[in-house]
């Protein structure tokens, strides 16, 4: 007996938007989330790839004049993978159906009996002129709009590639595709009728940390835009002119590391923060996390501590201080105060301290208020800083992997110090895409915001060494501890904020490129 063939599976045509991978849409990141396989283009941004999760991933992508992977087996791979029961994401940059193929693509689906969704994205021939300050409309200059392939250049042969008829027509046009062909389009449009002296804006690498503008006139964009590379938008109209007041995502006073990628090794959990925090100053995060953190898995030792705190509340024989080193301490540490069914009162009676400002900050989302944070965050400055120690009954909830440092301090002053495990530090499961830009040379700065993180991505590198590969690379570290637990493992450290949090991190990292030394390594041509 044979068995049942499988049903046919689900194919999506998702547009990816133009690059920067927050321009997707909702439903774009549910198909992702639901996907077995995904078919992705160049251009769709990589970040997108882990909504996937488990998801077979396959690169077709093309460039010019360059198609590893031709056409007709990218439409036979949908058939393929949906015909084997599969939900397929086919990812692609901009919107599917402006100049993406989608049409084709879907086209192929519909004769072969598959079931199939578009969802559109953000094409690029919108968002590359509005991320450099130019409306494609705008009452009283343009109020008519045409997108144009420029991938096309012999209109002999196919009159898409006729720009001439283009020229007395719309106020704004739009170029996809077309630096290869910037003077054709160019000779065209000027004998079409178009003035010499219409603006011109060419768009490279729209709505990344890498995109670069440069302005000119029919007259002399082809020599002004002459090392400009794909992929490109080509925008042509009085509109360009509005660029000079209405730029706002490439003003480096506003965005101070545009161009610059920058390596995120938080736990999967808590990157999202600290990615939003380095897209706000320009920089394109690349996460990577490095670590994840988990609760301790027998959590008796720290139930035992809890339940001293909680039985002394009012009678003072319980702990004199808690020394929290980490916000994650604070977390983990209250989360199974909680779940044993106390709340904050246990702590009554028992004074708090931090290791600097992000661990007070941690205890402040609380309620609670540390009494003493040291002028320097590091473990030592919080051991040596306590007054009054000696005699003193500490607890240390910490990681698995914590240093002895703290501990070992406070017991040389004299202190009765009681480390307990609080959390677990893990591995993490490698992001493959961004391990890849790692290894390759693309990122220009590499962040950690503990010594576990340092020694997670160190296994994630197998055979690789991490002093080696993060030796062409700006290294920043958030504190002394994580800054002496990488050189330890032979690590140049080139930034440490003054205090242990994410914004002073990103802070010293403005202050450090616009003092130059990042200047060779990222040098982005705004015009």
Request: charged share 20%.
């Amino acid at each position: 007996m044979t068995s049942p063939m499988p049903q046919p599976g689900m194919v999506y045509l998702v547009g990816a938007g133009p690059g920067d991978p927050g321009l997707i849409t909702l439903r774009g990141i549910e198909c992702l989330k639901q996907a077995e396989v995904v078919i992705y283009d160049r251009l769709a941004s990589h970040a997108l790839l882990a909504y996937a999760g488990q998801a077979e991933l396959i690169d077709v992508g093309k460039q010019p004049d360059y198609h590893p992977v031709p056409q007709a087996r990218i439409n036979a791979l949908l058939v393929e993978k949906a015909r084997s029961g599969k939900r397929v994401v086919r990812l692609k940059g901009g919107d599917p159906f402006v100049f993406g193929r989608g049409g084709e693509e879907a086209s192929v689906l519909a004769e072969a009996g598959i079931p199939f969704e578009i969802v559109p994205g953000v094409t690029s021939a919108v968002a590359a002129p509005a991320y450099a300050g130019i409306p494609v409309t705008y009452r009283g200059i343009s109020c008519s709009v045409a997108f144009a392939t420029g991938h096309r250049a012999d209109f002999a042969e196919d009159p898409c590639g006729d720009w001439r008829r283009l020229a007395p027509g719309p106020d704004t046009l739009v170029f996809l595709m077309g630096m290869h062909h910037l003077s054709s389009i160019v000779e065209q449009l000027l004998a079409g009728g178009r003035p010499p002296d219409t603006p011109v804006a060419v768009i490279r690498e729209a709505t990344t940390a890498s995109q670069q503008t440069v302005v000119g006139t029919l007259a002399d964009i082809v020599e002004r835009a002459a090392d400009m590379r794909p992929p490109a938008v080509i925008v042509v109209g009085e509109v360009v002119r509005l660029r000079q007041s209405l730029r706002w995502f490439d003003r480096p006073e506003r965005r101070p590391l545009l161009g610059v990628r920058v390596l995120n090794t938080r736990p999967a959990d808590q990157a999202a923060e600290f990615s939003q925090q380095l897209a706000a100053v320009g920089a394109e995060p690349v996460e990577l996390p490095a670590i994840r953190l988990a609760p301790v898995p027998d959590p008796s030792a720290l139930d035992q501590a809890i339940g001293r705190l909680a039985a002394s509340v009012g009678k003072g024989d319980g702990y004199d201080w808690i020394v929290f080193t980490s916000a994650n301490a604070v977390t983990f540490f209250l989360q199974r105060v909680f779940e044993m069914g106390h709340d904050v009162r246990v702590l009554a009676g028992t004074r708090l301290a931090a290791i600097g400002q992000g661990t007070a900050q941690a205890l402040r989302t609380y309620g609670l208020r540390a009494d003493f944070v040291p002028n320097r965050a590091s473990g030592r400055d919080v051991a040596l800083g306590i007054a009054d120690v000696a005699g003193q009954r500490v607890l240390l909830p910490r990681s698995d992997i914590a240093l002895p440092d703290v501990a070992q301090v406070l017991g040389q002053r004299g202190a009765q110090v009681e480390p307990v495990v609080t959390y677990i530090t893990q591995p993490a499961e490698p992001n493959p895409v961004a391990l890849r830009m790692l290894l390759a040379g693309e990122i220009q700065i590499a962040t950690f915001f503990s010594p576990s993180a340092l020694h997670g991505l160190a296994a994630m590198l197998n055979e690789h060494r991490l002093a080696e590969v993060l030796a062409p690379i700006a290294v920043a570290c958030i504190g002394l501890t994580t800054a002496e637990a990488a050189r330890q493992l032979g690590v140049r450290v080139d930034v440490v904020p003054q205090q242990p949090s994410a914004q002073e991190l990103i802070s010293a990292l403005v202050k450090w490129r616009t003092g130059g030394e990042l200047s060779q390594a990222v040098n982005p041509q705004i015009v």
